[in-house]
C-alpha cells in the first residue's frame, strides 16, 4: 500500500502571514492540528496546534487579556512553523513513510508531487487505512490466535480445516514477537460462532484461543 492510499487530499493550508488566532479558528473549523504553510505555491513550513498551544495563556502569563488577545492577532505562523517539513512522493510505500516519521519524529509527512502540496498523512490516517482493516477493528466476527502457526504448512492446515467448515476469513497474519519468542497466526472469522473451527484446529495438535477485538 502507498502513501496515497490513506493521505487526505482536502489539505487545509495557510500563508505564513497568518495570525496565530487565525490559525487555531482555522484547525478548529476543521477539527485538524496540523496547517501546511504554503506561500506563492511554496511550502515554507508546517504549523501544529502543539506550536499555538506553546503560546497559550500559560506561557504569556504576564500579559493582560487584552495584551494576550492582541498578541496572538499580530503574531503570525511564521514566528512558530516548522520549516524542516517532512515530505514525500505519493508513490511512498507505508512502510517506508512510517519509517521516515519515526526517524524524524513526527507525526505527520506532506506528500508532494510536482512542487505541490497534494496530501497529507498522519499517523491517525495509518491507523484508520492500515490498523484499523488488518486488526479488523469495527468489523463483525471473532478473531481466533493459533499458538506457534507460522511455516507454511501449518498454516495451511489450518486454512484447509477453516475452508472444510466453509467458514470466511476476512483477514488473517502472523504475529512475530521473537523478543518474547511468539510467533502466532491470528485469523479474523466473519462468525462469531468459532466453536467447531477451535475444536478442530486442536485436533491439528495446536493450541488455539480467541482473542479480544
Given at each position: 500500500?502507498?502513501?496515497?492510499?490513506?493521505?487526505?487530499?482536502?489539505?487545509?493550508?495557510?500563508?505564513?502571514?497568518t495570525?496565530?488566532?487565525?490559525?487555531?479558528?482555522?484547525?478548529?473549523?476543521?477539527?485538524i492540528?496540523?496547517?501546511?504553510?504554503?506561500?506563492?505555491?511554496?511550502?515554507?513550513?508546517?504549523?501544529?496546534?502543539?506550536?499555538?498551544?506553546?503560546?497559550?495563556?500559560?506561557?504569556?502569563?504576564?500579559?493582560?487579556?487584552?495584551?494576550?488577545?492582541?498578541?496572538?492577532?499580530?503574531?503570525?505562523?511564521?514566528?512558530?512553523?516548522?520549516?524542516?517539513?517532512v515530505?514525500?512522493?505519493?508513490?511512498?510505500?507505508?512502510?517506508?513513510?512510517?519509517?521516515?516519521?519515526?526517524?524524524?519524529?513526527?507525526?505527520?509527512?506532506?506528500?508532494?508531487?510536482?512542487?505541490?502540496?497534494?496530501g497529507?498523512?498522519?499517523t491517525?490516517d495509518?491507523?484508520?487505512?492500515?490498523?484499523?482493516?488488518?486488526?479488523?477493528?469495527?468489523?463483525?466476527?471473532?478473531?481466533?490466535?493459533?499458538?506457534?502457526?507460522?511455516?507454511?504448512?501449518?498454516?495451511?492446515?489450518?486454512?484447509?480445516?477453516?475452508?472444510?467448515?466453509?467458514?470466511?476469513?476476512?483477514?488473517?497474519?502472523?504475529?512475530?514477537?521473537p523478543?518474547?519468542?511468539?510467533?502466532?497466526?491470528?485469523?479474523?472469522?466473519?462468525?462469531?460462532?468459532?466453536?467447531?473451527?477451535?475444536?478442530?484446529?486442536?485436533?491439528?495438535?495446536?493450541?488455539?484461543?480467541?482473542?479480544?477485538?
Amino acid at each position: 500500500m502507498l502513501i496515497s492510499d490513506v493521505m487526505k487530499t482536502n489539505v487545509v493550508s495557510v500563508p505564513s502571514t497568518t495570525s496565530l488566532a487565525e490559525a487555531r479558528r482555522i484547525m478548529d473549523a476543521h477539527d485538524i492540528r496540523r496547517l501546511p504553510v504554503i506561500d506563492r505555491h511554496h511550502l515554507v513550513g508546517i504549523v501544529t496546534k502543539d506550536d499555538l498551544d506553546k503560546m497559550g495563556p500559560s506561557q504569556l502569563t504576564t500579559f493582560s487579556v487584552n495584551e494576550l488577545v492582541y498578541l496572538l492577532n499580530k503574531i503570525t505562523v511564521k514566528d512558530v512553523m516548522h520549516r524542516d517539513v517532512v515530505t514525500v512522493p505519493p508513490s511512498t510505500t507505508i512502510e517506508e513513510a512510517i519509517a521516515l516519521a519515526q526517524a524524524r519524529h513526527v507525526g505527520s509527512l506532506v506528500v508532494m508531487e510536482d512542487n505541490r502540496v497534494i496530501g497529507i498523512a498522519t499517523t491517525n490516517d495509518v491507523f484508520l487505512g492500515i490498523l484499523n482493516p488488518l486488526l479488523g477493528i469495527g468489523l463483525p466476527g471473532a478473531r481466533i490466535v493459533v499458538i506457534s502457526c507460522f511455516k507454511g504448512p501449518d498454516i495451511e492446515k489450518v486454512l484447509s480445516v477453516i475452508n472444510k467448515l466453509k467458514v470466511g476469513v476476512t483477514n488473517l497474519f502472523v504475529s512475530e514477537f521473537p523478543q518474547v519468542g511468539k510467533h502466532d497466526l491470528m485469523i479474523h472469522l466473519d462468525t462469531k460462532d468459532i466453536s467447531k473451527v477451535v475444536e478442530e484446529i486442536k485436533k491439528l495438535g495446536f493450541s488455539v484461543v480467541e482473542r479480544k477485538r
